[in-house]
C-alpha cells in the first residue's frame, strides 16, 4: 500500500497547482490514498482554509484534509469539520472546537486510521499533550485499525522526532507538517516507522514560506504592521510517498516527492 502525502498548501496557486494536477499524480506513485495539509490553502481571503477550497481540494482527490494552527480561521469551514469524517483539525486541541482529530480511512480493503495533532513548542494554541492524545486515540481505535498515519503539524523539530520515535512500532506512517520548508531525513525508525520532520508546503516557489520575502524582511526591520501577500513565482508540489509492508505493520520506504511547476 501507498500513501502519496503533501505538505501545507499555500495560497491559491498552491491550491490550483494541486488541484490541476492530483489525479496524475496519484497515478504516476501508484497511490492508494493521498492526504493533504489544506491549513493555508485559503491565504489571500484571510489565512486559514475555506469551505470551497475544501471542497475543491476533496473533489481533486485528497481523501484526508488535515489541518493545523489555522484549522478555524474561515468560519465557513466549522460545519464541515464537524459533519465530513475526511476533514481533521488537530485532535489534541479542546473537545468544543469544531470538527475531529482522527478518522478510520478505508483504502483497499484495509482501515487507515489517520491522526492530525499540533505541537506544544513555539505554537500559540492550548494544545494537550499530544504523547498522551496519540496514546489515548490507539487505545481507543484498538481492532478498527490496520495502520496508522499521523500528520504532526509542529514547529519544533525536536518535538517531532522526540514523538515519532515515542511511537514508532504502533504509527506506521508519521510526517510533520507547518515550516513549509521540507527536511532531507526522510527514514524508517528502528521499529518500522516511516518518517520525515516535514514535508514541504505546496505553493509559491522561492519565497518565504510561499510569501513575498521583501515584505517579511520590512516586517523584521521595521516591526511595522504589513500586509503579507504569497509570491508570484511558480508552484512546486512537495510532499513524500510512503510504502508499507504487504502485512501493514511497518513502512518500507519513504521517498520524498518534489514537484516544480
Ligand atoms: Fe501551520
Do not use: W
Amino acid at each position: 500500500m501507498k500513501i502519496l502525502c503533501f505538505g501545507d498548501v499555500v495560497a491559491q496557486s498552491g491550491l490550483d497547482a494541486l488541484c490541476k494536477n492530483l489525479h496524475l499524480l496519484k497515478k504516476e506513485f501508484s497511490a492508494d490514498a493521498v492526504i493533504v495539509n489544506g491549513e493555508n490553502a485559503s491565504m489571500g481571503q484571510g489565512n486559514g482554509l475555506s469551505a470551497a477550497d475544501a471542497e475543491a481540494l476533496l473533489a481533486a482527490g485528497a481523501d484526508v484534509i488535515t489541518g493545523g494552527n489555522h484549522s478555524f480561521r474561515q468560519k465557513s469551514l466549522y460545519g464541515m469539520l464537524d459533519d465530513r469524517n475526511d476533514l481533521l483539525r488537530p485532535a489534541n486541541l479542546h473537545g468544543s472546537c469544531p470538527g475531529k482529530g482522527y478518522t478510520v480511512l478505508p483504502v483497499n480493503g484495509v482501515n487507515l486510521l489517520v491522526v492530525n495533532l499540533i505541537g506544544r513548542v513555539d505554537t500559540d494554541l492550548p494544545a494537550s499533550c499530544p504523547f498522551e492524545t496519540l496514546d489515548r486515540i490507539l487505545k481507543d481505535m484498538e481492532g478498527q485499525y490496520d495502520a496508522a498515519a499521523v500528520d504532526f503539524h509542529a514547529e519544533a523539530t525536536s518535538e517531532k522526532l522526540a514523538l515519532a520515535h515515542y511511537f514508532d512500532g504502533r504509527v506506521q506512517i508519521f510526517f510533520g507538517t507547518h515550516t513549509h520548508v521540507p527536511t532531507a531525513d526522510a527514514q524508517i525508525l528502528p521499529k518500522g516507522c516511516g518518517y520525515i520532520t516535514d514535508l514541504g508546503m505546496c505553493g509559491p516557489s522561492c519565497s518565504a514560506l510561499g510569501l513575498r520575502p521583501d515584505i517579511i524582511a520590512r516586517k523584521l526591520i521595521t516591526g511595522l504592521p504589513c500586509r503579507f501577500e504569497p509570491a508570484a513565482t511558480p508552484p512546486v508540489l512537495q510532499g513524500a510517498l510512503f510504502t508499507l509492508s504487504p502485512f501493514l505493520s511497518s513502512c518500507t520506504k519513504v521517498e520524498r516527492i518534489e514537484k516544480k511547476l
